[in-house]
């Protein structure tokens, strides 16, 4: 079944990375700078069909999601199992970021985006308690889910044992940890554990992580979203992997 992506961003981008086929473009009717989008789509799929719709059409395609007067069904995007994803990252400096329990889809595409952003190899995640690839997490990873490799695990505890096998150092993000980011080597083969939005780590996963590691926080608050914390996490990572 083909996967909905809306916005114009995630559209677009999702015709440059040429990682699965479109099968229908979606437009409203009379929208204005679509130029880019319909020439993208003529450029690697000139037979997919371009539709022009009312905004009540594509209200209904998307389940109400933000469209910008643009949706794309295309292919579903891959989703590798962790062996098969180790097989393709054998790079002295991998670096996976491991969803345990993140389910909100916004926080999902987000984390998407920052470490597509901050050179990460892959995303795992499990196959229960977390957000599906969906129209709403592909928008909010604005066309990152386009570039990077999604793995989604049957069970995150056994997925972080077949990581730390293939030389990987795990750290988790633990608002109650000894140890900053800041103090930590976060160079080399690393993931980076980052829990739910409530709960944060579950203990099994917790116990098979290297070390813990918090984010120095001095102000009122006293926690972030899960997503900003991962984007600091991962800031620093690749702040660390330039500087060396």
């Known amino acids: 079944m083909p996967q909905r992506v809306a916005g114009r961003i995630p559209v677009l981008e999702c015709l440059r990375a040429g990682k699965r086929a479109p099968r229908r473009l979606v437009v409203l009717r009379n929208a204005k700078g679509l130029d880019a989008l319909r020439a993208a789509l003529a450029q690697v799929a000139p037979d997919v069909p371009v539709e022009e719709r009312s905004r009540a059409d594509l209200d209904g395609l998307v389940g109400g999601a933000a469209h ?117 080597d976060l160079r080399g083969r690393v993931g980076l554990v980052i829990g739910s939005e409530g709960s944060g780590i579950r203990p099994l996963v917790s116990r098979h992580c290297d070390f813990h590691l918090r984010i120095p926080l001095t102000g009122p608050i006293t926690s972030l979203n899960a997503s900003v914390s991962a984007a600091i996490a991962l800031a620093e990572c690749l702040r660390q992997r330039q500087r060396s």
């Open 68 to 184: 910008q007067g643009v949706v794309l069904e295309a292919d579903p995007l891959p989703e590798l199992c962790v062996e098969d994803w180790l097989a393709r990252h054998a790079a002295p400096d991998a670096l996976a970021v491991i969803l345990d329990g993140v389910e909100d889809p916004h926080n999902f595409g987000a984390i998407v985006r920052s470490a597509a952003a901050c050179g990460a190899s892959g995303v795992l995640y499990g196959k229960d308690r977390s957000a599906p690839i969906s129209t709403v997490s592909m928008k909010s990873a604005a066309g990152a889910m386009e570039y990077i490799d999604l793995v989604r695990a049957t069970n995150v505890a056994r997925a972080l044992e077949a990581l730390k096998a293939a030389g990987f150092w795990i750290a988790a993000l633990d608002a109650g940890a000894a140890q900053t980011i800041w103090e930590a």
